[in-house]
Structure formats: structure tokens, C-alpha cells
């Protein structure tokens, strides 16, 4: 993928966001279909986030974990909870987040994605 602007602000957001050491462990890799799908997801997913315009990364965020949860895929869900104090969302607020998820995704949804947050968590204070 052509190293263009949009790209490089991509990553940087992308970094911000997830961590070096959760982007390095992403992206490293000798094969080169793995680097280019690397660079797909990160020029889609995170260009939206590099927009800027009226969503913060904080808002960026709820909404992410709102609809990984909604969807049912947890893996990419625990990724976004993990890295919420980045983002500057509060275990608070994902609690009430969940709240929200169980009235308009359905309980099955929100229960899964409790686990997710548990599990986050524990990891967090393992650490």
C-alpha cells in the first residue's frame, strides 16, 4: 500500500490508541500478504478514527465497543475495553455502556461482552 499522509496518521492514531506493543505484535511478521492486510485494516479501520471531525477518540471508542459487542466479536471488543483508559473512557462508563448494549443488542450480547470486561480487568490488575 502506498505510504500516503492519510496512512502514516493512521498508524499514529492506530498506536495511540492500542499501544506499541499490541500494534508490534500486530503487524510484525515476514509475509507479505500479512503486512498488506496490516496496512488495509489500518488505512480503513483507523482512518476513520484519524478523521477527526466531531467524534473524539473517547466517542470513537464507545462506539467501537458498542458494536463489537453488538456483533458478538469479543476478541476485538477486549482490545478496544483494554485499551478504553487510553482513549479516556472509565470502567463506569463501560459499565453503563453495558447497560446499553443489553436494552438495544440483547442480553446474550451484553453478558458476553461483561465477561470480556472481567477478564480485561483481572488482566489489568495482574499486571
Do not use: N
Amino acid at each position: 500500500m502506498e505510504e500516503t499522509d492519510e496512512l502514516r496518521a493512521a498508524r499514529a492514531v492506530r498506536r495511540a490508541v492500542l499501544g506499541d506493543a499490541y500494534v508490534d505484535g500486530a503487524t510484525a511478521g515476514p509475509d507479505r500478504a500479512g503486512r498488506e492486510f496490516q496496512d488495509y485494516v489500518t488505512a480503513t479501520a483507523w482512518g476513520v478514527w484519524a478523521r477527526g471531525g466531531a467524534l473524539s477518540p473517547r466517542d470513537r471508542s464507545l462506539l467501537v465497543m458498542a458494536m463489537t459487542a453488538a456483533l458478538g466479536r469479543m476478541d476485538e471488543f477486549r482490545v478496544h475495553a483494554s485499551s478504553s483508559p487510553r482513549t479516556g473512557v472509565t470502567d463506569d462508563e463501560i459499565d453503563e455502556l453495558l447497560f446499553q448494549i443489553s436494552a438495544y443488542c440483547g442480553v446474550p450480547a451484553a453478558v458476553a461482552a461483561r465477561r470480556g470486561v472481567k477478564a480485561v480487568r483481572a488482566e489489568r490488575e495482574g499486571a
